[in-house]
């Protein structure tokens, strides 16, 4: 077999395409969390908390001096990170929930029981006539 049926038969799984389309929307809804985040949950905080920009904070380890820019440690970028993590995390998790109770229901509804062959009716019949007797 060639490398390249390998790749193909590998490629056109469904598990592949799935997972590719996963994570294009994935993508996608990281960065709708990532916007809703930014622009709708941060600025109400920043308010609580006195105006405070958090992406602006930053620590100055060594000063501007002439050319050379200023050393910062900037951990306001890294707490914005961490509450958009915290943010995606929490989404993805309800998510899955709802998915995995959709998928519950389907599975908890029993299936009807299939109607009993001709065979099976006949030899109940002859079944009950023997208990009764006939």
């Not at 929930?97 to 062959?117: F, G, R």
Request: charge should be negative; glycine fraction near 8%.
């Amino acid at each position: 077999m060639s490398m390249l049926q390998e790749f193909k038969d590998f490629a056109i799984k469904g598990n592949v395409i799935d997972m590719s389309v996963g994570i294009i929307v994935g993508a996608a809804f990281g960065k709708i969390v990532s916007s809703f985040v930014a622009d709708v949950i941060m600025p109400p905080i920043g308010v609580l908390v006195g105006g405070v920009d958090f992406t602006k904070l930053a620590l100055t380890i060594k000063a501007a001096a002439g050319d050379a820019p200023a050393v910062t440690l900037n951990y306001g970028n890294f707490l914005q990170t961490m509450v958009d993590f915290t943010i995606i995390a929490v989404a993805i998790f309800i998510v899955i929930k709802l998915i995995n109770n959709l998928k519950k229901s389907e599975e908890a509804a029993p299936a009807p029981a299939p109607e009993p062959s001709k065979e099976e009716l006949l030899l109940t019949e002859i079944r009950d006539l023997l208990k009764s007797g006939k």
